[in-house]
């Protein structure tokens, strides 16, 4: 059974940094395009990044410039580094295994897959 499990969310002052992991069981992520979404209260769940088999990865325009993405194989595990946070990321964040990579664009969460159960992050002073 493929499982993703998100971890690393909580509070976090404006202008901090946090670092979320995803721990896929069951797969190789290396395998699978990997996607980062967030849900905020009352908003749509939206995608901010995702990145490729070999590691390209894409943004979008809320997020550019201060979260990156990585991702280690060998610990079947991927991260998003997320620096000079503000109160409007405050969000549950997901990762998501499968779908595909564009240079163009965040893929519809439609073509993901596999789901994390989601971690909350929270920016406030």
């Known amino acids: 059974q493929l499982q993703l499990v998100e971890s690393g969310g909580g509070l976090v002052q404006p202008g901090g940094s946090l670092r979320l992991s995803c721990a896929a069981s069951?797969?190789?992520?290396?395998?699978?395009?990997i996607g980062w979404f967030r849900q905020a209260p009352g908003k749509e769940r939206e995608g901010i990044s995702c990145i490729s088999t070999i590691g390209r990865t894409n943004y979008a325009d809320s997020v550019k410039g201060r979260f990156t993405m990585s991702r280690d194989n060998a610990k079947n595990t991927v991260y998003l580094q997320m620096d000079s946070l503000k109160p409007e990321d405050t969000a549950v964040y997901y990762c998501?295994?499968?779908?595909?990579?564009?240079?163009?664009?965040?893929?519809?969460?439609?073509?993901?897959?596999?789901w994390g159960q989601g971690t909350q992050v929270t920016v406030s002073s």
């Open positions: 069951g797969f190789s992520l290396d395998d699978y395009v």
């Open positions: 998501a295994a499968g779908g595909y990579y564009s240079a163009y664009e965040i893929p519809p969460e439609a073509v993901f897959d596999s």
